[in-house]
Antibody, heavy 125, light 109 residues
Framework: QVNLVQSGTEVKKPGASVKVSCKASGYCFTCYDIHWVRQAPGQSLEWMGRINFGNGQQKYSEKFQGRVTITGDASATTVFMEVRSLTSEDTAAYYC??????????????????WGQGTTVTVSS | EIVLTQSPGTLSLSPGERATLSCRASQSVSKSFLAWYQQKPGQAPSLLIYETSGRAAGVPDRFSGSGSGTDFTLTISRLEPEDFAVYYCQHYGDSPQFTFGPGTKVDVK
């Protein structure tokens, strides 16, 4: 069964960093990109960045470039997303999502096919 | 950057009724790059429709997608109780173009 399981709730002070993990199972880990999407309370979804294991590249939304780092550990089939210099505006649910395109066999679908359960990050003094 | 707008913001309907949700892009979007997601309270989003009209695995056939250019539509032919949720369209393009619309909430009339 394809699954993404994220780490638990975080509470941080302004200026701190947070690192959220996303453990994948049930599929070829390196064959698909993993994206990170966040959702502030009552707001829409916001794409943050992605990691491609085929070419080892990460790409980020301009808004998060330089403040967010996405990394992966293929041996542990886990992706990590770190946000630095947190402010109250970073209070949100953070989701990892697996892309639908398989880079190994060049087939699939264009969409975020599988989602983690979400990790709530609260930034408060 | 492509901006997506969704209308209406809230759609109040009764079970059994037909729901028509609109997503408009600020510039033309390839049909291959428009997706729809459903999100229920307290849950992660889930993929409903990919590439404008493809139904994701396990999605009932009462859900359908259509459109082209700048105008796209998600239709729910007959609302079931579990369909009351928020729906987001997404431009699935090369980064940083993975933008989402503001969402349409479908609630019970």
């Amino acid at each position: 069964q394809v699954n993404l399981v994220q780490s638990g709730t975080e509470v941080k002070k302004p200026g701190a960093s947070v690192k959220v993990s996303c453990k994948a199972s049930g599929y070829c880990f390196t064959c698909y990109d993993i994206h990170w999407v966040r959702q502030a309370p009552g707001q829409s979804l916001e794409w943050m960045g992605r990691i491609n294991f085929g070419n080892g590249q990460q790409k980020y939304s301009e808004k998060f470039q330089g403040r967010v780092t996405i990394t992966g550990d293929a041996s542990a089939t886990t992706v990590f997303m770190e946000v630095r210099s947190l402010t109250s505006e970073d209070t949100a649910a953070y989701y990892c999502a697996r892309d639908g395109w398989n880079y190994d066999i060049l087939t699939g679908l264009n969409g975020f096919e599988i989602w983690g359960q979400g990790t709530t990050v609260t930034v408060s003094s | 950057e492509i901006v997506l707008t969704q209308s209406p913001g809230t759609l109040s309907l009764s079970p059994g009724e037909r729901a028509t949700l609109s997503c408009r892009a600020s510039q033309s979007v390839s049909k291959s790059f428009l997706a729809w997601y459903q999100q229920k309270p307290g849950q992660a989003p889930s993929l409903l429709i990919y590439e404008t009209s493809g139904r994701a695995a396990g999605v009932p056939d009462r859900f359908s997608g259509s459109g082209s250019g700048t105008d796209f539509t998600l239709t729910i032919s007959r609302l079931e109780p579990e369909d009351f949720a928020v729906y987001y369209c997404q431009h699935y393009g090369d980064s940083p173009q993975f933008t989402f619309g503001p969402g349409t909430k479908v609630d019970v009339k």
